[in-house]
């Protein structure tokens, strides 16, 4: 699986490529909802392939911790287990980890976290993470790194990214599956001498795939889209980029502009389950009393099944009543809206037409 990746246009700086799989094609640039625990919040695996889904995000850390990354591995992988035959990428749990702050101790060896669930400390270290995600049998497993939130002292920069270097070389040497695409991270934070150093590091491992990670933790936007674009420009051409955690509509089209294939973010069903929906015409707190008689469909320049369906009163009665149901329909929309808004940004990119797509939804 080497030659895995295959980019097939190119417009304005955004691309579309192909990215091939165990468990099938993926059509990139891709926005991947995330199922952190194996399970999409409010939606059903069918739906999710209904929406047009392609892959779906699970969390090593998450699922080590319940149910078990060997009884999932016992259980057919997440593929048998959740009943999502599409490709799966996990999280190698860094990030999770990292953000516990006072629960965590960082050695260069690994790391020494108490668990949020039943309080049992466990060491974790790059093999560690690679041998879960192995048992979890994931089409795309990330390397173990670490992730500093901005901002941050520089000496604590440094050396995060000195142990993610450290860290991708261990995951890749404990790597075990040839049927799985092992990715690299580059770290960094917003120090572009630091993520040029990161990368020049990473790309002799030669992972099939490099994501961008350690940004939208804290940085202003303007900061990160430079350090994205410095950072797509130095990694290879003929790898999938993969921009992690971000997930508003604006910010994935930008994105897309830097040349990133592969986006995820929890925005989407979080969103939607407080009532804040995304529109061409802007996002939509459903609570708000205006929308309390207003009959019209939520989004009439849109097709999103939820929106041709159910009015803004309706949507707008379901959340304030409390009903479940709000919830149901808010997810759906929203992941829908993410998932068709790089679709179509993908069709456009191989018209030649990217230029000319509307800004996808005011943030």
Known sequence: MAESFEVVAECNGARAGVLRTAHGVIETPVYMPVATRGAMRAIEMWQMEELGAQVLLGNAYHLFLRPGDELIRDLGGLHGFAGWDKPWLTDSGGFQIFSLRDLVKVTDDGVRF??????????????????????????????????????????RVVGAVDRTIDWARRSRDAHARDDQLLFGI????????????????????????????????????????????????????????????????????DCMKRGVDMFDCVLATRNGRSGTLFSTAGRMNMKNAKYRTDDTPLDP??????????????????????????????????????????????????DGTFPELPSSCAT
């Open 301 to 350: 320049d849109g097709a999103s099944p939820v929106g041709r369906r159910y009015s803004r009163a309706y949507l707008h009665h379901l959340y304030k009543t409390g009903e479940l149901l709000g919830s149901v329909l808010g997810s759906l929309h929203n992941t829908w809206y993410l998932v068709d808004l790089v679709q179509r940004a993908r069709r456009a990119i191989i």
């Open 186 to 253: 580059v770290q960094g934070g917003t120090d572009l001498a630091l993520r040029d150093r990161c990368t020049d590091a990473l790309l002799p491992l030669d992972f099939p795939g490099y994501a961008i990670g350690g940004l939208s933790v804290g940085e202003d936007r303007a900061t990160m889209f430079d350090t994205l674009l410095h950072s797509t420009q130095r990694l290879p051409r003929d790898k999938p980029r993969y921009f992690m955690g971000i997930g508003k509509p604006d910010d994935l089209m």
């Open 114 to 155: 108490r668990s949020p669930v039943d309080g049992i400390y466990h060491f974790l270290r790059p093999e560690d993470s690679i041998r879960i995600q192995n048992n979890l049998g994931a089409d795309i497993i990330m390397a173990f790194d670490e992730c500093v939130r901005l901002p941050a002292e520089p000496e």
